[in-house]
């Protein structure tokens, strides 16, 4: 991926809640401790691996919601939301692959379980098949407005733990997440068909 620079859980499936990444529960996140000396204290990188693990959770829930929606989107504009959904899945990829080897290289191990990944984070998966609870472009635009909001909070924290290399890495994503957002937010805006007339179809299948 490239980069310029350098939450509570949902309670519903058309959109997530905000919150403090890092305040989510974690589950195996303890830094490994003997051999990472890398001025952090073992607290803080035990804290930052937790925020990683649950970032890297949402990231998976994100990338295969995107996957969903490439293979099921329909209407008259397959086309342009087909090869946008391909467009961002592959960023969502190098994104998930960025963020398991930040949790190794301060000494951490990455979840790699399909449960896990439930367990830890706050965005919703979606069933496959056509989407009948608004627009695709509307609801992918919900979850990286709510991850942008999440990298924000969590930079933060890494700059209060001065861990400064994961600080930049995450407002890269953040960055990622707010441009992706950008891009979808200029078709959730673009004005809806008529139902039954020749434009319509995205209405009631994305």
């Known amino acids: 991926m490239k980069r310029q620079n350098s ?44 925020g990683l693990q649950r970032m890297l959770a949402d990231e998976v829930l994100l990338y295969v919601k995107t996957r969903n929606f490439h293979w099921n989107v329909e209407g008259p504009d397959f086309s342009e939301l087909h090869k946008l959904f391909e467009t961002q899945y592959e960023q969502l990829d190098e994104i998930m692959d960025e963020a398991a080897e930040r949790i190794r290289v301060i000494g951490g191990y990455a979840t790699g379980s399909m449960g896990e990944f439930l367990e830890l984070a706050t965005l919703q998966e979606v069933p496959g098949g056509a989407c009948t609870e608004g627009r695709m472009e509307e609801r992918l635009l919900a979850d990286h407005e709510h991850m942008a909001r999440g990298m924000r909070e969590f930079a933060a924290r890494c700059g209060k733990v001065n861990d400064l290399g994961t600080q930049d890495f995450v407002t890269g994503v953040m960055q990622a997440h707010e441009k992706m957002a950008w891009m979808l937010r200029s078709y959730a805006r673009r004005p809806m068909a008529r139902p039954g007339s020749p434009s319509a179809g995205l209405s009631g299948n994305a």
């Open 7 to 50: 939450q509570t859980p949902s309670t519903s499936s058309t959109g997530p809640q905000t919150g403090v990444l890092a305040d989510q529960p974690a589950m195996q996140t303890e830094a490994s401790g003997p051999g990472v000396d890398i001025g952090l204290e073992a607290k803080a990188l035990t804290e930052v691996v937790g």
